[in-house]
């Protein structure tokens, strides 16, 4: 059997090597998911699946270390920034608990008319089937929560794969939910290879698809599902930042640099091209730079480190050649643009690249801010909007009309005001549209795009 070598980003070291799930194997999985939810009396009533949760926060809260731990030496995140990702999982479990509480139907009016006249009606939620989750490697513990977490609270059966390079943080949420007393084949982890997912994903036994990624593959396996089969999908973005020249600087610097550098730029909403008025662009990229050329940059287990490895080598050499081909197009590299390893890339600050650099058209993905300078909001509006993103973005100002006025024109699902993209809490709905993704995730969210409402309509002469 295949052997998955599973290594730390940051030096290569083995962690340990997991098996390939079989393709037999795989649909042997999905196959008694389909049974499982098929036959009702085997369902779990919420209040079982509210026991199930709340003992799971419980042994998470309890094992957080170690988890921690085991998510920055898969992933390269700082063990400071993974602590924090374990903490957000029981939260989110918390927020799945909450919402269950009012996870209910609705009364439809009846009686407004004479052929509506002696009924009552009333919709309920149910699991809307088998959910498939392909996750990411970015986020190897708190990703997969949102993604398992809402069909085991609405009670849909879940297959899920993990990224192939971080696998061991899906497998220890998976075997917390099993102490904590869920039946193993309600939640099963594979680690097929993609053709064998993209297999499943087009198989009529799935009915709901959730996937972290690509834009690329996240629109070619939607193209794949089956009849009636529903997803949502979260690609990335090049998140814009609108600063003018009323914003504070101090307080918004530290803000912009976390959200830019956390993770080594390698979340799907980090702080990417920043429009800053001309008046102040010199001090502000002064300031950053500053800032940045100060990040503790290496070890993810070293509780000093702010920046990590990104995910591979190559992933290192791609965004070099962008800072590169930023620099040919006009860009002036105030700090980094060079590598410190194989895997580490120097937080890097560029100034007023083209439009058409790559930096200035793709999600970077690594440690790398943009920053251009602008005369005419509008302008900067434009230009922020001329990308076929839409996820989050910002606006630092302390001018409350203009922040009204970008707040409307900013073409994107969420606009912060005087904090950085970045910024997510677990309860709140996050998702992109256009190539950024489809649907809307966070945990509530995802429970209603996990269930169904079924409408009961009861007729009676005593009505």
Same mark, same amino acid.
């Given at each position: 059997?295949?052997? *998955?070598?599973?290594?730390?980003?940051?030096?290569?070291?083995?962690?340990?090597?997991?098996?390939?799930?079989?393709?037999?194997?795989?649909?042997?999985?999905?196959?008694?998911?389909?049974?499982?939810?098929?036959?009702?009396?085997?369902?779990?009533?919420?209040?079982?699946?509210?026991?199930?949760?709340?003992?799971?926060?419980?042994?998470?809260?309890?094992?957080?270390?170690?988890?921690?731990?085991?998510?920055?030496?898969?992933?390269?995140?700082?063990?400071?920034?993974?602590?924090?990702?374990? %903490?957000?999982?029981? %939260?989110?479990?918390?927020?799945?608990?909450?919402?269950?509480?009012?996870?209910?139907?609705?009364?439809?009016?009846?009686?407004?008319?004479?052929?509506?006249?002696?009924?009552?009606?009333?919709?309920?939620?149910? #699991?809307?089937?088998?959910?498939?989750?392909?996750?990411?490697?970015?986020?190897?513990?708190?990703? *997969?929560?949102?993604?398992?977490?809402?069909?085991?609270?609405?009670?849909? #059966?879940?297959?899920?794969?993990?990224?192939?390079?971080?696998?061991?943080?899906?497998?220890?949420?998976?075997?917390?939910? &099993?102490?904590?007393?869920? #039946?193993?084949?309600?939640?099963?982890? *594979?680690?097929?290879?993609?053709?064998?997912?993209?297999?499943?994903?087009?198989?009529?036994?799935?009915?709901?698809?959730?996937?972290?990624?690509?834009?690329?593959? @996240?629109?070619?396996?939607? $193209?794949?599902?089956?009849?009636?089969?529903?997803?949502?999908?979260?690609?990335?973005?090049?998140?814009?930042?609108?600063?003018?020249?009323?914003?504070?600087?101090?307080?918004?610097?530290?803000?912009?640099?976390?959200?830019? &550098?956390?993770?080594?730029?390698?979340?799907?909403?980090?702080?990417?091209?920043?429009?800053?008025? %001309?008046?102040?662009?010199?001090?502000?990229?002064?300031?950053?730079?500053?800032?940045?050329?100060?990040?503790?940059?290496?070890?993810?287990? /070293?509780?000093?480190?702010?920046?990590?490895?990104?995910?591979?080598?190559?992933?290192?050499?791609?965004?070099? /050649?962008?800072?590169? /081909?930023?620099?040919?197009?006009?860009?002036?590299?105030?700090? @980094?643009?060079?590598?410190?390893?194989?895997?580490? &890339?120097?937080?890097?600050?560029?100034?007023?690249?083209?439009?058409?650099?790559?930096?200035?058209?793709?999600?970077?993905?690594?440690?790398?801010?943009?920053?251009?300078?602008?005369?005419?909001?509008?302008?900067?509006?434009?230009?922020?909007?001329?990308?076929?993103? $839409?996820?989050?973005?910002?606006?630092?100002?302390?001018?409350?009309?203009?922040?009204?006025?970008?707040?409307?024109?900013?073409?994107?699902?969420?606009?912060?005001?005087?904090?950085?993209?970045?910024?997510?809490?677990?309860?709140?709905?996050?998702?992109?549209?256009?190539?950024?993704?489809?649907?809307?995730?966070?945990?509530?969210?995802?429970?209603? %795009?996990?269930?169904?409402?079924?409408?009961?309509?009861?007729? $009676?002469?005593?009505?």
């Amino acid at each position: 059997m295949e052997k *998955i070598k599973v290594t730390n980003p940051y030096d290569g070291t083995l962690i340990e090597e997991i098996e390939r799930t079989g393709e037999s194997e795989s649909f042997q999985i999905l196959k008694n998911a389909y049974q499982l939810f098929n036959d009702r009396s085997r369902w779990l009533p919420t209040y079982r699946r509210i026991e199930i949760l709340e003992k799971s926060a419980a042994i998470i809260r309890d094992r957080s270390s170690l988890l921690a731990m085991d998510a920055a030496r898969e992933g390269g995140k700082p063990l400071i920034d993974s602590v924090i990702e374990v %903490e957000r999982a029981v %939260e989110g479990i918390k927020v799945a608990i909450k919402e269950l509480g009012h996870f209910g139907g609705r009364e439809i009016p009846m009686n407004l008319t004479l052929s509506s006249a002696n009924r009552m009606a009333y919709t309920m939620r149910e #699991p809307r089937g088998v959910v498939m989750a392909i996750s990411a490697f970015n986020h190897p513990f708190n990703l *997969i929560i949102h993604q398992v977490i809402p069909a085991i609270a609405v009670g849909c #059966p879940v297959v899920v794969k993990p990224a192939s390079a971080t696998p061991v943080s899906c497998r220890n949420l998976i075997n917390i939910l &099993y102490e904590a007393g869920l #039946p193993e084949e309600w939640c099963r982890m *594979i680690l097929c290879e993609n053709k064998v997912a993209e297999k499943m994903v087009a198989d009529p036994m799935i009915s709901f698809l959730t996937f972290i990624g690509s834009a690329k593959v @996240g629109w070619h396996l939607r $193209s794949k599902l089956p009849p009636g089969a529903s997803c949502t999908l979260e690609h990335g973005g090049a998140a814009p930042v609108i600063f003018d020249e009323t914003a504070d600087m101090d307080e918004a610097l530290p803000l912009l640099v976390k959200g830019g &550098y956390y993770h080594a730029g390698q979340v799907c909403v980090s702080v990417q091209r920043v429009f800053v008025h %001309e008046s102040i662009v010199e001090e502000f990229a002064a300031k950053m730079t500053a800032m940045a050329k100060k990040l503790m940059v290496g070890d993810p287990l /070293d509780e000093k480190t702010e920046v990590g490895p990104l995910i591979s080598s190559a992933e290192v050499d791609r965004v070099h /050649d962008w800072v590169m /081909d930023a620099k040919q197009k006009g860009a002036t590299i105030l700090c @980094g643009g060079h590598k410190i390893s194989d895997t580490c &890339y120097a937080p890097t600050v560029l100034l007023n690249p083209d439009d058409e650099a790559l930096v200035s058209r793709k999600e970077i993905f690594g440690p790398v801010i943009v920053v251009y300078g602008y005369n005419d909001k509008d302008e900067a509006l434009k230009r922020a909007n001329q990308l076929n993103f $839409s996820f989050q973005s910002a606006v630092f100002t302390k001018d409350l009309e203009f922040a009204l006025y970008a707040a409307k024109r900013l073409d994107a699902m969420a606009v912060l005001i005087n904090d950085h993209t970045a910024f997510r809490v677990d309860w709140m709905p996050f998702g992109g549209s256009k190539e950024s993704g489809l649907g809307v995730g966070g945990i509530g969210p995802s429970m209603h %795009e996990m269930s169904l409402e079924k409408l009961l309509v009861i007729k $009676s002469s005593m009505l």
